[in-house]
């Protein structure tokens, strides 16, 4: 079933401002990740937050996740032109443990340079 | 070199026939499965499969079918019972203690 349900889909950014980008999803989660997929390529894990965490950082990338809002947010800071892509927020359903992830529709990000 | 391989990138098939796709890892990782994706679409799972010998229909299973007889192979036959098979297909593992899962290159499936 398909869970994840981003917002925005698509976003056009000049090189070095800030991307945000959110999901929101329907029932009880173990976790929350984010992926990344190039045209036409496999996709890329970037990052996981636990249900029991609020925020976490990777690098140029921040995520945070509310529970009581069901909702979750990948920012990426100083974006540049290689972070054109597309991103995906999954989250592995409670009632399947970790055994199987639900996938948004994804984000369609365009980073001028 | 260690990943997961899919072959090959591009196949092209004619309506009715069965089409088997490839996926080997050698990650040694126990969990492997299969996704659909269509064009500014999520991905959608097939089947995936825990431990050799073992799997489970996903969400949109009809049509499909798979085995798991080695740890490093999940192929995926698409049957002509398929209705819409052209698509974006791609495997993935999950294994070594984390939740993230690992995706290999893809198969983009062309039925006419």
């Known amino acids: 079933s398909q869970q994840g349900e981003e917002d925005p889909q698509a976003l056009s950014i000049q090189e070095g401002e800030n991307a945000t980008m959110n999901c929101s999803y329907k029932t009880s989660i173990n976790n929350l990740q984010w992926y990344r997929q190039n045209s036409g390529r496999g996709l890329v894990h970037l990052i996981l937050?636990?249900?029991?965490?609020r925020e976490k950082h990777s690098g140029r990338l921040r995520v945070t996740l509310d529970t009581s809002k069901k909702s979750s947010s990948l920012l990426i800071t100083a974006s540049r032109a290689a972070d054109t892509a597309s991103y995906f927020c999954a989250t592995a359903l409670a009632t399947y443990g970790n055994n199987r992830l639900a996938f948004g529709k994804g984000n369609q990000v365009v980073v001028i340079p | 070199d260690g990943g997961i391989t899919q072959s090959p990138k591009y196949l092209f098939r004619k309506e009715g026939q069965n089409v088997t796709l490839s996926c080997e890892q050698n990650l040694n990782h126990d969990a492997m499965y299969w996704y659909r994706q269509d064009p500014g679409q999520g991905l959608r799972l097939i089947y995936y499969s825990q431990i050799v010998n073992d799997f489970q229909k996903g969400d949109i299973a009809e049509g499909y079918s798979v085995s798991r007889e080695k740890k490093e192979s999940f192929p995926l036959t698409v049957t002509s019972a398929q209705k819409n098979p052209t698509a974006f297909y791609l495997c993935?593992?999950?294994?070594?203690?984390?939740?993230?899962?690992?995706f290999g290159p893809g198969t983009r499936l062309t039925v006419t």
């Open positions: 937050i636990r249900s029991n965490e």
């Open positions: 993935a593992t999950r294994g070594g203690g984390s939740d993230e899962q690992y």
